[in-house]
């Protein structure tokens, strides 16, 4: 069954600190994945994507990696702000239709406290 | 900036009444979708649209219709809301062919989404 797992589920930081989220996933076959970033009530915003190809991609302060072996991929925020405050999606698309099937992971709710 | 849009942000109805939830985009994007998500969960396609006259029904059962009469134009329709339709409603769009203006051809563009409570 194809499934995208995310951890943690939510997670706090002061600002200025770093942090890692984790997403694992079985979707098969690959075809690639995205980061979005969901702030509360609004739609999710593209971060980064990553082809079987790519191991690693940076947007600003964020960072995303990809073990494709693993099927393991992270995003990894520097100097965190206040408003990156949000739910981090990982989102893993499959190579299976001419839809592009996308599978969600649940997301992690990321705070960032002064 | 995508350039999709959703109306209303918010709704509050009662049971029994009908709704169209208004999704727009001006970005010439042939495949659209409708996403339900609940609070701490991922986001379930409940429709999308190949282009002008297509729709088809996506993973998750929803007693929601949807119609495709416009490019620009991918209206969601309730025709009898109960509580149990309380949810997060998303609209998105992507690109058709190998290279999208932005992305990929799977990129999806999220409009800032509706939320519907229904008493």
């Known amino acids: 069954k194809n499934q995208v797992e995310q951890s943690p589920q939510s997670l706090i930081i002061l600002e200025g600190k770093n942090c890692t989220l984790q997403?694992?996933?079985?979707?098969?076959?690959?075809?690639?994945l995205r980061w979005y970033k969901q702030d509360t009530g609004r739609g999710p915003v593209s971060l980064t994507i990553?082809?079987?190809?790519?191991n690693t991609k940076s947007n600003g302060r964020y960072t995303a990696t990809l073990d494709a072996d693993t099927k393991q991929s992270s995003l990894h925020i520097t100097a965190s702000q206040l408003s990156d405050s949000a739910s981090y999606i990982c989102?893993?698309?499959?190579?299976?239709?001419?839809?592009?099937?996308?599978?969600f992971g649940r997301g992690t709710q990321l705070t960032v406290w002064p | 900036e995508a350039d999709i849009y959703q109306t209303p942000r918010y709704l509050v109805i009662g049971t029994g009444k009908k709704i169209t939830l208004e999704c727009s985009q001006t970005?010439?994007?042939?495949?659209m979708y409708w996403y339900q998500q609940d609070p701490g969960m991922e986001l379930h396609l409940i429709h999308y649209?190949?282009?002008?006259?297509?729709?088809e029904k996506g993973d998750l059962s929803s007693e929601s219709t949807v119609s495709r009469i416009r490019t620009e134009h991918f209206p969601l329709t309730l025709e009898s809301a109960r509580p149990s339709h309380t949810s997060q409603y998303l609209c998105?769009?992507?690109?058709?062919?190998?290279?999208?203006?932005?992305?990929?051809?799977?990129?999806?563009?999220f409009g800032p989404g509706t939320r519907l409570t229904v008493l």
């Open positions: 989102v893993v698309s499959d190579r299976g239709s001419t839809l592009g099937r996308l599978y």
């Open positions: 997403c694992n996933y079985t979707v098969s076959p690959f075809s690639n």
């Open positions: 649209s190949y282009g002008v006259n297509s729709t």
């Open positions: 970005m010439g994007h042939d495949k």
């Open positions: 998105a769009s992507s690109p058709s062919g190998l290279a999208g203006a932005r992305g990929g051809t799977d990129t999806q563009y």
């Open positions: 990553m082809t079987f190809s790519e």
